[in-house]
């Protein structure tokens, strides 16, 4: 994995998650850029319908929900695998 997108317009729960995908990056040590993605055609062609939204290389992955700290970190160290 290269990059993890975070789709959302600015709300709390939209720079929550942004700030949880750098900090788990961080702390596992990997090479994985963070992208914060506001603009709603951006959102809608990658099948984001509710905020916030996480994508892995463009794969979403959760729509509308926060992950846990160690949940997201699993996910990456799964996906970073691959």
Not at 7 to 24: I, V, W
Not at 44 to 49: I, R
Not at 64 to 82: D, F, M, Y
């Amino acid at each position: 994995m290269e990059k993890i997108q975070v789709y959302g317009t600015g709300c709390a729960s939209c720079e929550k998650l942004f700030n949880l995908a750098r900090q788990a990056v961080q702390e596992l040590g990997v090479d994985i850029e963070v992208e914060k993605i506001e603009d709603l055609n951006a959102m809608a062609l990658a099948g984001v319908m509710r905020t916030p939204g996480l994508a892995f290389d463009g794969r979403v992955v959760l729509q509308g929900k926060l992950p846990t700290l160690s949940t997201l970190k699993n996910w990456i160290q799964q996906e970073h695998r691959c």
